[in-house]
């Protein structure tokens, strides 16, 4: 019988995980490295201090064992109807100087024969934010052809460890799969996102008042497989357009890709295009190879290498029931929306005209009082704060020395003052 390759696979994990437990078993005086050709400027101890991080930009050996390990011990002590849909990463930041986690999970809450009731819960705790995100939904197979499905998510974000309030936002989404003819796999899914807070802070000894949230917007997707041209060969072409924005931030793109594979598992390629206002264009070329090793072959000085599996005589057509229990598509890491605005009274001598500005976060759309005084205060004009609650704007002034302050008289609510000099 063939030893393949999954077999291999099993036995280096284990090898893995023994060796990492029994460094993990060792004293300090018994300490002994898990690689010992490594360069001594990066030791590969997580839990030791990171190197310089403005001489060296990334270290050369990762902690690659560390999730290996964590996968083989929650394969261990998970219940079977959870594996399928529980999704853990774990590694360690070395420039942050913190464990970080991964868990995204999708669970089927209610199940009938066409019909499912799905959550869909996942944490990420990174090396600089926490995010913690909660969906639910619901797919229904109309035909053996038509599946639709709905859900619904909120999100929570902030950056990791900070005793800030969290950012939040809300969104739905849809999709939709179907099989019209000619193996074509239609895909179509599409969200929108709305964000629920924001989070304001005084900086710069009050003078600014810097607000945070996340970005409203929408994405859409589509895929299909395209019509066979070869016997051995399938081709899937995808597109997708995006659009997010926020009171300063605006982030929008589109990418096209073409995934080919030929049906034996062997050979896959994708080729993408995109762009995005931020970053620009962008280009993706990847490969890969996958084969099946066989000792016993080699051993007979045969070709030892082959397909993992059968090409199938026909292309595959996927039964829509599959999709049932598969994960949302949707974006987790919607980009934020970062102001600044001053909210104290400032001012600007020019000749006989003083230039002011500032701001009351608490009244957008008001009518403030421009006052002056060289005793009592005596009003000089109006003006009108827009929707954020800033103002600005010019006075012509005898020569002479004034202090300036605007006042919203509804509320009672007072600027600051200022003293301006007005040169003869």
Not at 67 to 85: A, C, E, Q, S
Not at 147 to 169: C, I, N, S, T
Not at 179 to 196: C, I, M
Not at 272 to 283: C, L, P, V
Request: glycine letters at 8%.
């Amino acid at each position: 019988m063939s030893i393949k390759r999954n077999c291999v696979a099993n036995i280096l994990v284990f090898a893995l995980v023994m060796a990492v437990a029994g460094t993990a078993a060792a004293t300090d005086n018994d300490y002994v490295p898990v690689l010992q050709l490594h360069n001594k400027d990066f030791p590969l101890d997580p839990f030791r201090s990171p190197p310089n991080r403005d001489s060296v930009q990334e270290p050369p050996w990762p902690e690659y064992y560390i999730d290996p390990t964590v996968d083989y011990w929650l394969n261990l002590i998970t219940p079977d109807f959870m594996k399928y849909g529980l999704k853990v990463d774990t590694s360690y930041d070395r420039w942050e100087g913190l464990p970080t986690v991964s868990v995204d999970y999708f669970q089927s809450a209610k199940v009938w024969p066409d019909k499912t009731i799905f959550l869909s819960p996942s944490v990420l705790f990174s090396g600089r934010e926490e995010r913690f995100s909660f969906g639910a939904g619901v797919r229904q197979v109309l035909t053996d052809h038509t599946m639709v499905g709905v859900h619904a998510f909120h999100d929570w974000v902030r950056k990791r460890g900070a005793p800030q309030q969290y950012l939040r936002e809300a969104g739905v989404g849809f999709e939709f799969s179907a099989l019209p003819g000619w193996y074509s796999d239609l895909q179509l899914t599409g969200n929108l996102y709305f964000p629920v807070n924001e989070r304001t802070r005084l900086e710069s000894g009050g003078d600014i008042l810097v607000s945070e949230s996340l970005l409203k917007g929408a994405d859409l997707n589509v895929g299909f497989q395209l019509p066979a041209m070869v016997s051995f060969l399938d081709a899937r072409l995808d597109a997708g357009v995006h659009g997010y924005e926020g009171y300063k931030a605006d982030v929008s793109g589109f990418n096209v890709a073409l995934s080919v594979n030929t049906r034996d598992g062997m050979f896959a390629g994708r080729v993408r295009k995109g762009f995005e206002t931020t970053s620009g264009d962008n280009i993706l070329i990847e490969g890969s190879i996958n084969l099946d090793f066989d000792w016993l072959a080699l051993v007979r000085g045969e070709m030892p290498f082959s397909a993992p599996y059968q090409a199938p005589a026909e292309r595959y057509e996927r039964d829509l029931r599959q999709s049932l229990h598969t994960r949302m598509a949707r974006k987790k890491d919607m980009p934020l929306d970062r102001t600044a605005k001053r909210i104290r009274l400032v001012a600007m001598v020019w000749g006989d005209t003083v230039s002011y500005a500032g701001g009351f976060s608490s009244l957008p759309n008001s009518t403030l009082i421009v006052q002056t005084s060289q005793s009592p205060w005596q009003d000089r004009a109006e003006i009108t704060t827009d929707c954020n609650g800033m103002y600005s704007g010019q006075l012509r002034l005898e020569p002479g020395e004034y202090r300036i302050r605007l006042v919203h008289r509804p509320s009672g609510t007072v600027s600051n003052v200022k003293t301006v000099v007005i040169q003869e």
